[in-house]
């Protein structure tokens, strides 16, 4: 018999997939990793045998529970799949998904509204960053509608806050793991940094291109890809990643000056795909390596005035603005990173995995069986 599993189907900022309780998953990872491979219908790129969206965007897992640690709501795993990989990375992070946490815990029990507006610290287990979310609870109730608007989003819905608390060597060793804030690596200048996010920076005219790409344009590059990836794997090296052939990070940018009234122009591969707009740690990842003096966005990134800076970064499909405040006794170091994302819930309800993937627990659900 196939085994039921409760579930939210969920939108997080630019991304979606399912939303699961720890509690309601197994124990151990191994089961765990083919449960959610089997769940996304992976590998097949057309995922048709599951959930997933034939898209590393749309092939993304949450899984949540209540908080571990003192002064922590909620405890958060991030779950990146691959449509025709049998891949399970629970290694980075993701900032759009992250956007649906507090939402799915108040609708799932995990944690009460706490009048109109809901705040909780959320840790995310992925790389030990905590950060407060807050979302609209009038009535005590999740509101989703609303007049906010995030580029990569159709429509508006209602503003959702994330003030990260300490991104900083989320994955490296450090906000700039090379120890400089530019490096030549492959003979190309690269911005190696991980403001929540490993990621390389790179000038779009450094490879030929111009940076204002359509995505369609770059993911049949595949000259440049090929450039990309060598690059890619030379930086793992010099991040200290070790070999990052078979992982999702470090994500590669390319940059250019704004073409819109922004910050600055960016092409995000995550890795080897165009993003359609750009990740949110990775929009975080950018705008920090706009305010460090050397980095390769010097002479291209517009810069705002003030300590408080809102950095416009503009993608394929618009812009993510991030407001970044600075440290006044040392101008290099961000001391605080907030953004504004929206999420909607999509589907409630359980979702079936075949009998051999994890054995149905006696007495459990049957197919058809809803009263859970």
Not at 45 to 52: N, S, Y
Not at 87 to 110: I, Q
Not at 279 to 287: E, I, N, Q, R, S
Not at 351 to 370: E, F, I, S
């Amino acid at each position: 018999m196939q085994r039921p599993i409760p579930c939210l189907f969920m939108r997080g900022g630019t991304s979606r997939g399912p939303f699961f309780k720890a509690s309601d998953l197994p124990a151990d990872i191994p089961t765990r990793d083919r449960v959610l491979l089997a769940v996304m219908g992976s590998p097949d790129k057309r995922q048709i045998d599951g959930l997933g969206g034939a898209h590393p965007l749309t092939s993304k897992v949450g899984i949540v529970s209540r908080g571990s640690k003192p002064g922590v709501d909620l405890d958060f795993l991030f779950a990146q799949l691959q449509p025709d990989k049998d891949t399970v990375d629970t290694t980075p992070n993701c900032g759009n998904m992250l956007a649906a946490v507090v939402p799915f815990a108040l609708e799932t029990g995990l944690a009460r509204a706490q009048g109109d507006t809901t705040t909780l610290r959320v840790l995310t287990l992925n790389t030990d960053m905590q950060c407060d979310i807050t979302v609209m609870t009038p009535g005590g109730r999740v509101e989703y509608d609303g007049d906010a608007r995030i580029d990569g989003s159709p429509g508006t819905s209602a503003p959702i806050t994330i003030n990260f608390l300490d991104t900083a060597g989320s994955v490296c060793s450090g906000l700039l793991p090379t120890g400089r804030v530019r490096d030549v690596i492959d003979g190309i200048e690269v911005t190696c940094i991980d403001n929540g996010m490993p990621l390389v920076i790179f000038k779009a005219a450094d490879v030929g291109r111009t940076g204002y790409e359509s995505v369609a344009e770059l993911n049949g590059d595949t000259e440049l890809k090929a450039r990309i990836e060598r690059l890619r794997i030379a930086c793992g090296h010099a991040m200290g990643l070790g070999d990052v052939t078979a992982r999702n990070y470090p994500k590669m940018t390319l940059i250019a000056p704004p073409l819109h009234g922004g910050s600055l122009s960016t092409r995000s591969f995550i890795p080897h795909v165009c993003h359609d707009a750009i990740g949110v740690l990775a929009a975080v990842t950018v705008g920090t390596a706009c305010v460090l003096h050397g980095s390769v966005t010097e002479g291209l990134a517009v810069m705002p005035e003030g300590e408080l800076k809102t950095m416009s970064v503009e993608h394929p499909t618009g812009e993510f603005s991030v407001a970044l405040q600075t440290d006044p006794a040392n101008p290099q170091s961000v001391t605080k990173a907030a953004l504004l994302r929206t999420a909607r819930l999509l589907m409630s309800g359980q979702t079936y995995v075949q009998g051999h993937v994890w054995p149905a627990a006696p007495g459990a659900a049957q197919p058809g069986d809803t009263s859970r």
